[in-house]
């Protein structure tokens, strides 16, 4: 959740963030309004505590003269000390009523936070989907006409190899499923082998996570507001299937806090990443770009707030170093404002060039959170000087399998309808070069 200091002192700037996103500014003003209800019943709270002890301090000196009152003395000590007894016993009550409404109260404010979304980077472009911001082009598409053949779908090349297989999977889990096979197998574990040896070789410590988690980590990082839709949920047993493993790698340190010392944290996961897909209905019903189910190898960074910039460029760093291994052209955007996530203050994705789409499709993300899910999930460090403060987090995905096969497939196909392996692919496939049509 954005800092509650912030939108005390920079409503304008909160509400700002909000229109550039494309959000409701209305939600800012009514947390504003909420706050401030809160701190009144606040401070009528703590008052009525003060007076308390005022007469609990005055109880006190009572008692201890009763204990040596004689006679008139005795009487008039008993007479005062049962009008503070029964005061206090008011107070009490009053504190207690009052308590109540003061944590009602500040959970109606932690509520109207949660809803607001992270306040978006000042560089972020503003806009929707269409109105990123160029940042880099890397490599040239091939010209399939001078080579004299029409490439084919990735679809199509999974067939001829023997290595993709949706309508069996249709027939098995329904629409959006596919199964892989043979070469496409040993290509998605060459993927992760090759992933895991670069995040590691980085410092990266590897995870395999759980795939369902509790609501507390899917809300914590976010994924229960304008993403919830795409989310499944498992209502008997009130846990939900991961989209990421953002997720439970965030939580993976919920309510800690860490030292100083140990920052940056950086863990890279690989798991099973499901979604919805909801509102795409009639997109991608062809292949395996757009499907309920897929593997995803995940980094992810806890790091002081001061250095999440330079995080987030590190991060972008190594996913394009990745893509670099891969041979296939690219480019870098930053992500406009109106097509970020509720928790992303900043993003850049990297767009794989797809043959026979003739365009640009996004294949990973790198997104600075700042301090907003950390916030939300009591994720602190403790500074030189004892205090504790919220990290930054970041994520980046090193490799979504289906998308990166779709990319690796179409872009090193050969004439006869095999599949030139990338050099860096090599070592954990055997030395093959080639991966070839697969017997009839």
């Given at each position: 959740?954005?800092?509650?200091?912030?939108?005390?002192?920079?409503?304008?700037?909160?509400?700002?963030?909000?229109?550039?996103?494309?959000?409701?500014?209305?939600?800012?003003?009514?947390?504003?309004?909420?706050?401030?209800?809160?701190?009144?019943?606040?401070?009528?709270?703590?008052?009525?505590?003060?007076?308390?002890?005022?007469?609990?301090?005055?109880?006190?000196?009572?008692?201890?003269?009763?204990?040596?009152?004689?006679?008139?003395?005795?009487?008039?000590?008993?007479?005062?000390?049962?009008?503070?007894?029964?005061?206090?016993?008011?107070?009490?009550?009053?504190?207690?009523?009052?308590?109540?409404?003061?944590?009602?109260?500040?959970?109606?404010?932690?509520a109207s936070l949660m809803l607001i979304d992270n306040i978006v980077d000042a560089d972020a472009p503003v806009g929707a989907e269409e109105d990123f911001r160029l940042i880099a082009t890397v490599g040239e598409p091939r010209d399939f006409a001078v080579e004299g053949f029409s490439p084919?779908?990735?679809?199509?090349?999974?067939?001829?190899?023997?290595?993709?297989?949706?309508?069996?999977?249709?027939?098995?889990?329904?629409?959006?499923?596919?199964?892989?096979?043979?070469?496409?197998?040993?290509?998605?574990?060459?993927?992760?082998?090759?992933?895991?040896?670069?995040?590691?070789?980085?410092?990266?410590?590897?995870?395999?996570?759980?795939?369902?988690?509790?609501?507390?980590?899917?809300?914590?990082?976010?994924?229960?507001?304008?993403?919830?839709?795409?989310?499944?949920?498992?209502?008997?047993?009130?846990?939900?299937?991961?989209?990421?493993?953002?997720?439970?790698?965030?939580?993976?340190?919920?309510?800690?806090?860490?030292?100083?010392?140990?920052?940056?944290?950086?863990?890279?996961?690989?798991?099973?990443?499901?979604?919805?897909?909801?509102?795409?209905?009639?997109?991608?019903?062809?292949?395996?770009?757009?499907?309920?189910?897929?593997?995803?190898?995940?980094?992810?960074?806890?790091?002081?707030?001061?250095?999440?910039?330079?995080?987030?460029?590190?991060?972008?760093?190594?996913?394009?170093?990745?893509?670099?291994?891969?041979?296939?052209?690219?480019?870098?955007?930053?992500?406009?404002?109106?097509?970020?996530?509720?928790?992303?203050?900043?993003?850049?994705?990297?767009?794989?060039?797809?043959?026979t789409q003739n365009t640009y499709r996004e294949v990973t993300s790198a997104s600075n959170c700042t301090s907003f899910q950390a916030r939300r999930l009591k994720i602190r460090f403790r500074s030189s000087d004892g205090k504790t403060h919220p990290v930054a987090t970041l994520n980046g995905?090193?490799?979504?399998?289906?998308?990166?096969?779709?990319?690796?497939?179409?872009?090193?196909?050969?004439?006869?309808?095999?599949?030139?392996?990338?050099?860096?692919?090599?070592?954990?496939?055997?030395?093959?070069?080639?991966f070839s049509p697969a017997s009839p």
């Open positions: 959740m954005i800092d509650l200091q912030v939108l005390r002192l920079e409503p304008d700037a909160v509400r700002d963030s909000q229109r550039r996103r494309g959000a409701d500014p209305a939600l800012v003003d009514r947390a504003v309004e909420l706050d401030r209800e809160w701190r009144e019943v606040l401070r009528s709270f703590e008052a009525a505590r003060a007076e308390q002890k005022r007469q609990s301090k005055l109880v006190g000196q009572l008692v201890g003269r009763k204990k040596t009152a004689t006679g008139e003395a005795l009487v008039e000590v008993e007479r005062e000390l049962a009008v503070a007894m029964a005061e206090s016993g008011g107070l009490a009550d009053a504190v207690k009523t009052k308590a109540a409404v003061s944590a009602a109260a500040s959970a109606r404010v932690d084919k779908d990735h679809l199509q090349i999974g067939q001829i190899l023997g290595a993709i297989d949706t309508e069996r999977a249709a027939k098995v889990s329904g629409a959006r499923f596919y199964y892989l096979t043979g070469d496409a197998v040993l290509l998605e574990l060459a993927l992760l082998n090759l992933a895991m040896s670069l995040a590691v070789g980085e410092g990266f410590t590897p995870v395999l996570p759980p795939a369902l988690v509790k609501p507390e980590a899917m809300a914590g990082t976010g994924f229960l507001g304008q993403a919830a839709e795409n989310v499944y949920r498992l209502e008997s047993d009130d846990l939900y299937l991961v989209g990421t493993a953002e997720v439970p790698l965030a939580a993976f340190r919920a309510d800690e806090i860490l030292n100083e010392a140990e920052l940056p944290t950086r863990y890279v996961g690989f798991s099973p990443c499901f979604r919805r897909e909801a509102g795409t209905h009639g997109r991608d019903t062809r292949g395996i770009i757009r499907v309920h189910q897929f593997d995803k190898v995940e980094m992810f960074s806890f790091c002081h707030p001061d250095d999440s910039l330079s995080e987030h460029q590190r991060l972008l760093g190594w996913e394009r170093r990745f893509m670099d291994l891969l041979e296939i052209p690219y480019r870098v955007i930053d992500v406009a404002t109106g097509d970020l996530g509720a928790s992303a203050a900043r993003k850049f994705d990297i767009e794989a060039w797809i043959p995905t090193l490799v979504a399998m289906p998308r990166i096969i779709v990319a690796i497939l179409e872009n090193h196909q050969t004439a006869e309808g095999g599949v030139r392996i990338p050099a860096a692919l090599r070592p954990w496939l055997g030395g093959r070069e080639h």
